[in-house]
């Protein structure tokens, strides 16, 4: 028997909507595994004509933390995580999902990058996208964690909007 499980934290869900003044010359957007399982990432983001690419997938085991893509450079930002299927202290297998809110395309089965995402490319799911934090000024700079509980958002900002 296998069930799934959504959980995102609300407070940090609420924070990542804020508006801030990020600063562009460090912008990233860096994701962190303290699950205890692997967790695939994916991200989707606006392009300058107001289409997405949705694109997936980076591999984080337990503890680690990278970058989805240096070269991205954005206001804001939408992501899901998914963990490996593993076995629950109950003995069933579990798998964990973070993302609510707006629907991308995604492809579970391998690597993707799909343009105009908001719909159904080719063989592409849609599915739940959490939306990170919204930069009012430069590129956004955000940290998500997945934790067993939630995603939680960290926000970085530069000195002087402190």
């Not at 993302?99 to 089965?109: I, L, S």
């Not at 959490?130 to 958002?153: E, L």
Request: net charge neutral; hydrophobic share 40%.
């Amino acid at each position: 028997m296998s069930s799934s499980i959504l959980r995102i934290s609300i407070g940090a869900l609420t924070a990542a909507v804020c508006l801030l003044g990020a600063s562009g010359a460090g912008a990233e957007i860096i994701f962190c595994n303290s699950f205890g399982h692997v967790v695939n990432v994916a991200i989707a983001y606006p392009q300058s004509d107001g289409s997405f690419i949705s694109r997936g997938w980076l591999s984080l085991s337990d503890g680690a933390c990278a970058p989805f893509d240096t070269a991205i450079h954005v206001k804001t930002f939408y992501f899901r995580g998914e963990s490996v299927q593993y076995r629950g202290t109950d003995g069933h297998m579990k798998r964990v999902y973070w993302g609510k809110g707006d629907k991308f395309a995604m492809w579970e089965k391998d690597n993707y990058q799909y343009y105009n995402a908001r719909q159904r490319v080719y063989n592409s799911t849609l599915m739940e996208f959490t939306q990170g934090p919204i930069s009012g000024g430069d590129d956004v700079s955000a940290k998500v964690i997945f934790t067993p509980d939630s995603a939680i958002i960290e926000i970085a900002t530069s000195p002087a909007a402190q």
